[in-house]
């Protein structure tokens, strides 16, 4: 009797304790990175991390989690690429979650979510700045001022590596290159169009720096590079290239490449020619142009394949042209300071467009004859109310934000007629994303969708039931999604050829899918 | 399973050493506190006690017939309620009300005139609703309430000590129609898996219409439980 009345106490006391997994379902759902591909929205969430991928239908939402950070391992960062603004895969880079732990190694993992397929490329280190060609065949991994932090200050900042996306990871794919910048940090890269110097066909890759540039051929293996120093090192300014051009050459010139850089006054002219010595590569010869007054944009123009420099500045009311083979400047007196260039065609010859914020009036230079005819080929354009603020819609199109006024116009460059499309305060159209034709403002905070017909000049409101957090369209299959704080991960999902209420549905519970099968804790 | 089967055991074997009781066709009416330790740990979502659900309820019992060794037979109905909240990833407060209704039977054999030991095994369904009141919703029209409710399958069984006033001393004190005992014992309930995907409710007449929600997956409530009872026994 004893020894039964001890075990029901035992029974009892054991109950009474619980049991349970520690630390299960307590952390915040904390989202570290928002990431926009062609076909949905990729979130990174928590520490060590796992990535969350929301792919949007015509029906609704399909949702995934797409990548996890193995035992012992943490998500530094994801982006999307290689197509900067189709992105279709995710580029996710990894770290050892404790310097003591030496099964894993620094990685790249390229997913692509909707098929699932992951492939690992070893970096050896974990790179703070990443950046994809245009033609979508290389990767560049660069280290930034910001690694110091994140990797405990060790790290070589000459250091890059490139990734051919062709291929599948190998011990040659990624290429971990050194490119002996002297201690400089990378501070951009640049990808060139493929250039024929000396006969050879060179990708080349700029990486710029305070007070240098440093280039590298994709396509060799030897991954010959050449360096350009800007100026001296006992400058003190920080000349960090901010716009970089490419002119391929002709009969008559080399290739030729072009930097504007901060802090300076010049425009640097790269020459690519053969390499004096007869050895393999190529090597480069610096020009320097006079940019004017605070250079803030620089475009190539050919008058009559006479290739001219124009540049615009941020002050001085004036533009400059300069006449690349000789070195021949002139500037031209503007009413104000039209701080970006569109190169553009019209009517059959080039011309610049020189716009940019807080201005009265848009600029246009014709290109034939210019080095001839210089101030005689500028048109300009009262814009009635002023801008506030400009950018560029397409080739034949200015979007302005009136400095007098509220609302939107564009600015059709071919007719050079402005069209008031709104008068409606309280938007704030620099954040409005255009497709087919239509305007789509979401602002964040507020409770409803504006579309804009660019024909009819008609908003439509859509109300929604919750705050936006961000507005994304996804043309692949017609829908927009504007994503709401609500902490549960809930969104609106709407047609865009019929942005009403009534076609609108809520989607809801990203972060609740399949959450009870989950019963493990990662950290 | 190795406890519960102990159990058994051991009160098979006194009872089948003790010495015979007289049996009595009566209800009972039983009070009951049934603390169950779940071994799913989902059940942390919606239970902030880790994973004890406090389960309280009433039987009602009928004392039918008795046999080898005044071992009595007593057919049983039962509701068990309970009610956990929790508030996973602290976005939202999660409520779990379960139903147990069940019936079985359980064999009972006096080896004292006031002391017992009981066995039983029982069978019934689980009702199982669930809310989730989301804090951060906000905006006219957001909703901001998940609900959902489903229904599985129980069995289990339980063994235990009983406890009444003796009969005799009622008896000598004139009471013949009521006796009042109490119980404990320990088991084990297996349940069916549940599959929550809720319905998003609120805002009002206006707001947009829901088209999917999350599968929020499975949970199975089957545990160990732990039983307290009140025994009232009218003959």
Redesign the interface.
């Known amino acids: 009797m004893r020894k039964t009345s001890i075990f029901y106490i035992f029974l009892l006391l054991w109950s009474a304790t619980g049991c349970g997994v520690e630390g299960l379902y307590r952390d915040d759902i904390n989202v570290r990175t928002t990431v926009r591909l062609k076909s949905g929205l990729a979130f990174l969430e928590g520490d060590p991390g796992r990535v969350l991928f929301v792919e949007m239908t015509q029906d609704g939402v399909k949702t995934k989690t797409v990548f996890e950070a193995r035992l012992g391992e943490e998500i530094i960062s994801m982006r999307g690429g290689p197509a900067p603004e189709q992105a279709t895969e995710l580029f996710i880079m990894t770290a050892p979650e404790d310097p003591r732990e030496t099964t894993i190694d620094e990685a790249l993992f390229r997913v692509d979510p909707l098929t699932g397929s992951t492939h690992e490329f070893a970096i050896g280190s974990v790179f703070g700045g990443m950046s994809f060609d245009p033609t979508q065949r290389y990767a560049v991994l660069y280290h930034q001022d910001s690694d110091a932090t994140s990797t405990g200050g060790l790290f070589n900042p000459n250091e890059v590596g490139v990734i051919d996306l062709t291929a599948l990871p190998a011990t040659d794919n990624p290429r971990i290159l050194s490119v002996g910048i002297g201690g400089r940090t990378i501070q951009g890269v640049h990808f060139m169009d493929e250039l024929v110097v000396d006969g050879v066909t060179r990708q080349i890759v700029i990486f710029g720096a305070d007070g240098m540039i440093k280039m590298i051929d994709l396509t060799d293996p030897l991954a010959s590079t050449v360096s350009v120093k800007l100026v001296n090192d006992d400058d003190p300014r920080s000349v960090v290239p901010i716009k970089i051009l490419e002119r391929p050459g002709d009969d008559a010139h080399d290739p030729l490449i072009f930097a504007l850089a901060s802090q300076s006054q010049d425009i640097y002219a790269i020459s690519l020619v053969a390499h004096p010595e007869g050895e393999p590569g190529f090597w480069a010869t610096l020009n320097q142009y006079d940019g004017g007054a605070n250079p803030s944009d620089i475009a190539v123009v050919e008058d009559d394949d006479i290739p001219l420099l124009v540049v615009a500045s941020s002050s001085g009311s004036l533009v400059t042209v300069v006449d690349v083979d000789t070195a021949d400047m002139f500037s031209i007196t503007l009413l104000d300071s039209p701080t970006r260039i569109l190169v553009r065609e019209q009517e059959g010859s080039d011309e610049a467009v020189l716009y940019g914020d807080n201005l009265g009036r848009i600029y246009f230079l014709a290109v034939d004859d210019l080095a001839t005819e210089k101030g005689s080929n500028l048109d300009d354009m009262i814009i009635p109310d002023g801008i506030l603020e400009s950018s560029v819609l397409d080739a034949d199109r200015l979007m302005i934000i009136p400095y007098y006024d509220t609302g939107l116009a564009l600015l059709d460059l071919n007719e050079r007629e402005i069209t008031r499309l709104t008068s409606q305060s309280g938007y704030d159209w620099t954040g409005a994303t255009m497709q087919d034709g239509v305007f789509f403002l979401g602002q964040p905070g507020g409770d409803e969708i504006v579309s804009l017909d660019m024909v009819t000049g008609h908003p439509e409101p859509l109300i929604l039931d919750e705050s936006v957090q961000r507005l994304d369209l996804f043309p692949q299959v017609g829908m927009g999604f504007v994503l709401h704080p609500t902490a549960t991960g809930r969104g609106t999902l709407f047609p865009l050829d019929l942005p009403t209420r009534e076609n609108a549905i809520i989607v809801d519970g990203f972060w609740l899918e399949g959450f009870l099968d989950n019963k493990e804790v990662t950290e | 399973m190795i406890?519960f089967t102990?159990?058994t055991i051991?009160g098979l074997a006194?009872l089948a050493v003790s010495p015979g009781a007289k049996a009595d066709i009566h209800l009972e009416i039983g009070l009951a506190a049934t603390?169950t330790?779940a071994q799913?740990?989902?059940l942390?979502?919606y239970s902030e006690?880790?994973?004890?659900m406090g389960r309280f309820g009433a039987d009602i019992r009928l004392e039918v017939a008795s046999f080898w060794r005044d071992i009595h037979l007593l057919p049983f109905i039962g509701y068990r309620g309970a009610l956990d909240e929790?508030d996973?990833?602290?976005?939202?407060e999660t409520g779990l009300k379960t139903h147990d209704l069940f019936a079985g039977f359980r064999f009972r054999g006096w080896f004292q005139p006031w002391l017992g030991i009981f066995l039983e095994a029982s069978g019934g369904l689980l009702v199982a609703g669930m809310t989730g009141d989301?804090?951060?919703?906000?905006?006219?029209?957001?909703?901001s309430r998940y609900k959902d409710k489903q229904i599985t399958w129980s069995a289990g069984g339980l063994a235990?000590?009983e406890l009444r006033l003796s009969p005799a001393m009622l008896t000598r004190r004139g009471v013949t129609k009521f006796n009042f005992g109490g119980e404990?014992g320990?088991g084990y309930v297996r349940r069916g898996d549940i599959s929550?995907s809720p319905e998003?409710v609120g805002?009002d007449e206006y707001?947009?219409?829901?088209?999917?929600?999350?599968?929020?997956?499975?949970?199975n409530l089957s545990g160990?439980?732990?039983q307290i009872g009140l025994t009232f026994s009218f003959f």
């Open positions: 406890r102990a159990i051991i006194i603390p330790v799913d740990p989902a942390e979502a006690k880790d994973l004890r929790g996973p990833f602290g976005m939202m989301i804090w951060s919703a906000d905006g006219t029209g957001a909703r235990g000590l404990i320990a929550f998003l805002g707001s947009l219409p829901v088209e999917s929600t999350a599968d929020w997956g499975e949970i160990w439980v732990v």
